[in-house]
């Protein structure tokens, strides 16, 4: 009877983070910024969901998954809004979720601090990048923060507009438990 318990309690704590952990939505955020006109214009997208396997000792099983809804974005303007969810930008009728997917998580040598390739797919279009983030426990969760830059052209996202970089800035925050 001994043996059985003791192989359960050594497999117990990989059991426990092996566990997918589950964004947040309202204690999260996706946000970015992109200039107009030489203007930097703020926005942001929600509906967070997915799951994301994170164990800091054991970086090669990481995984990430996760999503927002498209139809959510918000710039403060509703008639920018409406606009950026048609087909010319984000055709969120035939797109309706913005996903990322990672994994070949690696240390960035910092503490708390990694890199992992990702896959980012926006209207149909996946492009390959890596992301670099820290994961900081907190006493309700793993907190996930990362930024890295996207060219919208890569996405089909907003044609061949002149009055719009190509490059957008995109930040992560996601409350995981």
Do not use: C, W
């Amino acid at each position: 009877m001994m043996k059985p318990l003791v192989f359960l309690l050594l497999l117990l704590p990989g059991i426990l983070t092996a566990q997918a952990l589950k964004p947040v939505d309202a204690a999260g955020s996706v946000s970015f910024v992109i200039n107009n006109f030489g203007a930097g214009v703020d926005g942001s997208l929600s509906g967070l969901k997915g799951s994301i396997e994170f164990d800091p000792n054991n970086l090669s099983a990481a995984k990430m998954l996760v999503s927002v809804e498209a139809a959510s974005i918000e710039t403060g303007i509703n008639m920018r809004n409406r606009h950026l969810r048609g087909e010319k930008y984000f055709n969120t009728e035939k797109f309706p979720l913005i996903s990322l997917a990672g994994s070949a998580l690696k240390s960035a040598g910092a503490p708390n601090s990694y890199t992992m390739t990702a896959n980012l797919t926006i209207k149909g279009v996946t492009k390959r990048f890596l992301l670099n983030f820290t994961a900081r426990e907190q006493k309700d969760g793993v907190l996930f923060e990362g930024k890295f830059s996207i060219n919208r052209r890569d996405f089909g996202v907003g044609g061949s507009s002149i009055s719009l970089s190509d490059d957008v800035v995109v930040r992560l925050k996601v409350l995981a438990r």
